[in-house]
């Protein structure tokens, strides 16, 4: 990497830490948290709360991306971390259920993950991209394995109240990094005011951007479902809350650690494709061991749930690493914010939909039917993925 390709990576992906931590503070308590709001006792309408950020989310990801393509990158990003803010203080002062949904709902509305992958794109080369994207992700990673482990802390000491409130003042940082942080956004970026809906249905078309935008919804409605049942489990298995990161957080860093050791080595070696079916097919076999789990006379064990937890965020990392950096490889130059508003426009809708759609499962057909669910959308992916062809060189 280049030194300015060093500097967008660690400031991009520190901007993602901020906002991800702030999001992911709540995951390990949001289902025990929120019941305790008047209008909580519906799992239901907890799964609504919690996934409405991704329904919101997905109605702005494509204006974003193609407002950064046509006003420039940071103006955007910064415009959509003010709406984070805004909806996390919200969500801190909310009385009840109604309004933390709605909380929820204007954090969403900063929609900034395609303005800030095509600032990213923008500045790396097609050869280095995949490690930018990877720094990205293990920033993500490693916040989700740090919020495992504060989320039920902060959660017994300040609340979910408390958590909201540290998530606008991390996303007051995160602008500031942008403003003073982040190097100066190219020429190409900047210029790209003739950017019009037209790069947009070039994109539609796209058949490798369509079968990526089919994957990343698949990737986070199962990781948000999943966390619908996972902490009950972890309960049941004799781990009270404020001690699940004493699962959460080895899984996460060893899968870290597994991750590094080979997706980047097999893509020099031309075998991304091979390490991103692999990874679909972690994800489903994981599902498919819940399931089991589940469906026996006993509750599963500790061992067992850290093991496919272990298994899960290899499959997950990688993935999170691999897909933003191959989409924004084989999206048209001109339309990258556009391609990228596609993308995290599905992945938000995935967000949506593991958390309504999940929390529906939950409360309708128990964790089996849950798990069940979300193995066949991983089996379907993976059988949708199978003739992919990972680009090898320039746009892809």
Request: charged letters at 10%; aromatic letters at 10%; proline letters at 5%.
């Amino acid at each position: 990497m280049t030194r300015t390709e060093r500097r967008a990576s660690g400031a991009l992906a520190s901007l993602f830490a901020l906002r991800m931590l702030g999001l992911f503070l709540v995951l390990p308590v949001f289902a025990l948290e929120a019941a305790r709001y008047p209008g909580g006792d519906d799992p239901a309408r907890v799964g609504l709360a919690m996934g409405i950020y991704g329904l919101t989310q997905a109605f702005l990801q494509i204006p974003f991306g193609l407002a950064s393509d046509r006003f420039g990158r940071k103006p955007v990003i910064v415009a959509g971390l003010a709406l984070f803010a805004l909806g996390s203080a919200l969500a801190a002062w909310a009385p009840d259920l109604t309004w933390l949904t709605l909380g929820r709902a204007l954090q969403g509305a900063g929609a900034i993950s395609a303005a800030v992958t095509a600032f990213l794109a923008d500045v790396t080369r097609d050869s280095v991209r995949t490690k930018a994207m990877a720094m990205v992700g293990a920033s993500i990673a490693l916040m989700f394995a740090l919020s495992l482990l504060l989320g039920p802390l902060l959660g017994a000491w300040i609340g979910l109240s408390g958590i909201f409130a540290l998530t606008c003042v991390l996303a007051l940082a995160g602008m500031a990094l942008v403003v003073w942080g982040a190097p100066a956004e190219p020429v190409r970026a900047r210029a790209a005011g003739t950017v019009r809906w037209g790069g947009l249905s070039e994109v539609l078309r796209h058949v490798g951007l369509l079968r990526l935008n089919l994957g990343v919804f698949v990737l986070h409605a199962v990781q948000l479902a999943m966390w619908m049942a996972v902490p009950a489990l972890l309960v049941q298995a004799g781990l009270p809350k404020i001690g699940h990161w004493q699962v959460y957080l080895p899984a996460v860093v060893a899968s870290l650690l597994v991750m590094g050791g080979v997706l980047f080595p097999m893509e020099r070696r031309g075998r991304l494709r091979a390490v991103f079916l692999a990874a679909i097919g972690l994800i489903a076999l994981v599902q498919l061991g819940l399931l089991w789990a589940v469906s026996g006379s006993a509750a599963p064990g500790l061992w067992l749930l850290g093991g496919l937890l272990f298994v899960f965020f290899i499959g997950f990392n990688t993935l999170e690493a691999s897909q933003p950096s191959l989409a924004s490889r084989l999206a048209p130059a001109h339309a990258r914010g556009a391609a990228l508003g596609v993308y995290n426009t599905l992945q938000s809708l995935g967000f949506f939909a593991g958390g309504a759609v999940g929390g529906w499962l939950f409360k309708v057909h128990g964790a089996a039917g849950l798990f069940t669910v979300c193995a066949a959308a991983s089996l379907v992916w993976l059988a949708l993925a199978w003739p992919m062809r990972a680009p090898t060189g320039g746009r892809g």
